[in-house]
C-alpha cells in the first residue's frame, strides 16, 4: 500500500500505517503539481490542505481519501463518487484545540492585545499602556455561535461556565439546541452578540453567510471570529468594516483564498488578528487526529467503511473495486 500525506501527519499516525505495512509519501510542501504527479501510484490519500479538482484523473489506483479534519470542501466529492473513492472526515477530532483557540481570541480581543502589543514594539511606554484604558471584561457579555457543532458546545461550556457569559445559537436545527445555548434566529444572534464565532462548514448555502449587508448589522464595536471557512465571510466587506473600525476587530484563522499573499489588505490592518488555519493544531489535536486518520485510510483499503463517510453514495461502487491487496 502506498498512502499519498499532502501535509505531514503526526508521527503516531505515520506509525500506525507502517505498521500496517504501508508506504507513505509525502508532497514537498503540498504543491498541485506534486499532489498529481505523485498521486499516479498512490493506493490512498490524507489531506489537510485542499486537493486539485481533477485529483482522480491523475490517480487511478486512488481508493480512499481521509481528510485529516471536518472540511468537506477539501475535496472534489462529485469527482471523488465518480471514480468509486470513498471520502472520509474526523469531525470533532481536533473540536477542543478550536474551543479553546476562540475562547483565547474573545480574550486577546476585549483585553485589545493586538494594539497594544504593536504600540509597545514601536511607541513610548506609556502611550502603549495608556491603550489598556479601552479593555473590557468578558464577563456578562454575549457570544453568539454560529454553526454549534462540537465546537460550539465545548465553547459554550468555556464561556457560559468558566467566564459567565451569555451564549446564542444559530443552528439549522433550533430545537436540537446543545444545553446552555440559547437557540435563536442568525439575525437576533447578529444584533445581540458583542462575539460573533463562525463555526459553519462551507456550503452554497454558507457562502457569504456574512455578507455586507449582515456584517453591517453587527452591533458596534462587536468582534468577529472565523474558525469555519473563509468564504462565509465576504472579504471585502469586512476589510471595509476594519478600516472604518464600524466593528471592534476580527480574529481570522480562514480567508476566502487558502492563502495570504504578502500585501494583502488584511495584513495592513491593526484591529484584526490572522493565523494560518491553525485553531485545530495542537500536539494533542494533532497526535489524535493523526492515529484516526491513519486508520480509517487502512479501514478503507481493506474494503470496509469508514467511521464517518463523507460520500456513503459511493459504496457499492467503493464495494466493486474489492480491498486493497496486502
Sequence with gaps: MRVLLTDPIDPQGEWVLRSHGAEIVIAPGGAADSVKRLAREADAIIVRSRLPDDIFDF?????????????????????????????????????????????????????????????????????????????HEIAGLT???????????????????????????HQRRLDRMAPGIEPVALETLVAQSDFVVLSVPLTPETRYLFNRERIAALKPGAWLINVGRG??????????????RRIGGAMLDVYEHYRLEPGHPLLALDNVVLTPHLAGMTRESRARMGVLAAQDTLRMLAGDAPRHFVNPEVWSRFRERGPQDR
Design 59 to 135: 490517480a487511478p489506483r486512488v481508493r480512499a481519501v481521509t481528510i485529516h479534519g471536518s472540511g468537506t470542501d477539501l475535496v472534489a466529492l462529485a469527482a471523488a463518487t465518480q471514480h468509486g473513492v470513498a471520502v472520509a472526515n474526523l469531525p470533532g477530532a481536533n473540536a477542543q484545540s478550536v474551543a479553546e483557540y476562540c475562547a483565547m481570541a474573545m480574550l486577546l480581543l476585549a483585553r485589545n492585545v493586538p494594539a497594544i502589543t504593536s504600540a509597545l514594539r514601536h511607541l513610548p511606554w506609556d502611550e502603549a499602556r495608556a491603550l489598556g484604558a479601552q479593555a
Design 143 to 169: 457570544a453568539g455561535i454560529v454553526g454549534v457543532g462540537e465546537v460550539g458546545r465545548r465553547l459554550a461550556l468555556i464561556l457560559h461556565g468558566g467566564f459567565g457569559m451569555r451564549v446564542l445559537g
Design 231 to 244: 468564504a462565509v465571510v465576504e472579504e471585502a466587506a469586512l476589510i471595509d468594516a476594519l478600516r472604518e
